[in-house]
């Protein structure tokens, strides 16, 4: 091979490395602005025991590249350290942080994982937020003045399994929620776009 094809593929894979990084980063940064706004204007609704983070919806974005796995989890995980902020949880915001990320990095690898059939790809972020966020949340929801079970007068201290039974039912409806009724119609008008080629070009690519 000479030296001029190798310089070629060395330009080649640069530029496709660079546009994957860039593509990781917009979608990081898309997630944690739209999860941002969520929480400005929907406040307990996008980060409390019913929970309905618009934001989530961009999870569709993993049917279309892998990048987006990574993306999300970033994106997520630049959300909830600036939520700590906002809402005052402290370092019990740093649960959110990590098993929040944990959770959207997992539901987005099963979307990607299953990308040829939408319906079940997107239970994946349904499946994983509804089992996750609900173990930690408790102990977070004391930090910032929750202290009775929603729409219940049972209080949170001593009633662990009763209120991750309720989390499990509330996330997963919220998410799911979020996930069908936006997210697929999203979806659907993506693939109506020149996206899905493109980065179908780039994978390619970086292949």
């Keep these: ?32 602005a739209l999860t941002l706004v969520t929480l400005l204007f929907l406040g307990s609704l996008a980060r409390g025991p019913v929970q309905f983070r618009v934001s ?29 902020v906002l809402s005052g949880t402290g370092m019990l915001g740093m649960l959110d942080v990590v098993f929040g990320t944990i959770a959207t990095a997992l539901g987005a690898y099963f979307t990607w994982r299953f990308r ?16 996750i966020v609900p173990a930690y949340l408790p102990l977070m929801l004391q930090g910032i003045g929750f ?37 697929l119609p999203l979806a659907r008008a993506l693939r109506r776009t020149s996206l899905p080629r493109t980065l179908a070009c780039d994978e390619s690519d970086q292949g």
Aim: hydrophobic share 55%; proline share 4%; net charge neutral.
């Design 56 to 84: 989530e919806a961009l999870c569709v974005l993993a049917l279309f590249t892998a990048d987006a796995v990574p993306g999300l989890a970033l994106g997520c995980a630049i959300a909830n350290i600036a939520n700590i």
């Design 1 to 32: 091979m000479s030296h001029q094809s190798t310089s070629q593929i060395s330009v080649s894979s640069a530029e496709a490395h660079a546009r994957k990084v860039s593509r990781i980063g917009m979608i990081a940064a898309a997630y944690a």
């Design 116 to 131: 040829s059939r939408p319906a079940l790809a997107l239970l994946g972020p349904v499946i994983a937020n509804a089992l």
């Design 147 to 183: 202290y009775t079970i929603p729409f219940t007068s049972i209080a949170l201290d001593g009633a662990y399994p009763a209120m991750y039974a309720f989390g499990l039912i509330a996330t997963g409806i919220g998410e799911a929620a979020v996930m069908y009724v936006l997210g």
